[in-house]
């Protein structure tokens, strides 16, 4: 099992910026890749960005590309997400989601991630 724990979320301006942390603890030998993912209520969950735990190769959903960066550290079992000129159109739950036990790909499929965590609010204001 490996537990997750998101931080860093809150309320800010249009134009702002934000960095969510989360922190991976149990079996994090087994981690290949790590994403976030958000979800508004009502809404599907939608991919946001990921980072493969060895190479660190990245990738992201279009509208977040040029605006946030995903980076982890491996010694703190952390994955960081760097979102700036945030949108109203950005708020939502941010989850992260670990990906173990088998060879890494640059998925965006929710079922294709094994670990989730709580989840923390992003609130853009206009």
């Known amino acids: 099992q490996v537990q997750l724990v998101e931080s860093g979320g809150g309320l800010v301006q249009a134009g702002g910026s934000l960095r969510l942390s989360c922190a991976a603890s149990?079996?994090?030998?087994?981690?290949?890749?790590m994403a976030w993912f958000r979800q508004e209520p009502g809404k599907e969950r939608e991919f946001v960005s990921g980072i493969m735990w060895g190479a660190g190769i990245t990738w992201y959903e279009d509208s977040v590309k040029g605006r946030f960066t995903i980076s982890k550290d491996n010694a703190r079992n952390t994955v960081y997400l760097q979102m700036k000129s945030l949108k109203p159109d950005d708020t939502a739950v941010y989850h992260c989601?670990?990906?173990?036990?088998?060879?890494?790909?640059?998925?965006?499929?929710?079922?294709?991630?094994?670990?989730w965590g709580q989840g923390t609010q992003v609130t853009v204001s206009s």
């Open positions: 149990g079996r994090t030998l087994s981690i290949r890749a």
């Open positions: 989601s670990v990906r173990s036990g088998v060879a890494p790909t640059t998925t965006r499929i929710p079922t294709q991630y094994d670990y």
